[in-house]
T-cell receptor, first 119, second 113 residues
């Protein structure tokens, strides 16, 4: 596997279900991200992990719970979702440079996404 | 605050036509600029980038030049193909404690034979 992979690619779940989305990056990066992409809305940043520590949590409802067990893996645990949570969930990774290191160009690399439908 | 504005789509072109998708930005500091492309049913792919003023990014026949004086990063291609049909996102990147990207709303391109 190369790049950023996400599983499953498609998920249909009821509002009372619990499921998890998985993301794995094979790029040796040290930061990972979850985004939500809904129809007719801009891309929304949900969570950011840098060096396995959560550094951003953009007012996301508690029914979404991220987990980053190591720098290569990122999970998004889902429970009691609402129909408006139906969207494409994208994972991304990047190499964050520590202060004093070479300048980063700040690019992120994305996975193919998980298309989530909440019924 | 920092922001990116893209021309609204959809943009509809015939094959071999010239493409321009406008992108302007507002930013403090010295961001990097990117174009990402999203094909149907897929995630975002990095198409090209420029890290400083007057840099030109290019890939697959697409080009964009980082214009600090006009705060623009317009995407161009001389001859589009049906396979270029996708949604194109302009983005600026900077350090906000992590590698932060601010995306435009996206521009859908449809190329017809």
């Amino acid at each position: 596997e190369t790049g950023v992979t996400q599983t499953p690619r498609h998920l249909v779940m009821g509002m009372t279900n619990k499921k998890s989305l998985k993301c794995e990056q094979h790029l040796g990066h040290n930061a990972m991200y979850w985004y939500k992409q809904s129809a007719k809305k801009p891309l929304e940043l949900m969570f950011v992990y840098s060096l396995e520590e959560r550094v951003e949590n953009n007012s996301v409802p508690s029914r979404f719970s991220p987990e980053c067990p190591n720098s290569s893996h990122l999970f998004l645990h889902l429970h009691t979702l609402q129909p408006e949570d139906s969207a494409l969930y994208l994972c991304a990774s990047s190499q964050d440079f520590e202060a004093g290191a070479l300048l980063s160009s700040y690019e992120q690399y994305f996975g193919p996404g998980t298309r989530l439908t909440v019924t | 605050g920092d922001s990116v504005t893209q021309m609204e789509g959809p943009v509809t072109l015939s094959e071999e036509a010239f493409l321009t998708i406008n992108c302007t930005y507002t930013a403090t500091g010295y961001p990097s600029l990117f174009w990402y492309v999203q094909y149907p049913g897929e995630g975002l792919q990095l198409l090209l980038k420029a890290t400083k003023a007057d840099d030109k990014g290019s890939n697959k026949g697409f080009e964009a030049t980082y214009r600090k004086e006009t705060t623009s990063f317009h995407l161009e291609k001389g001859s589009v193909q049906v396979s270029d049909s996708a949604v194109y996102f302009c983005a600026l990147g900077f350090s906000g404690g992590y590698n932060k990207l601010i995306f435009g709303a996206g521009t859908r391109l449809a190329v017809h034979p």
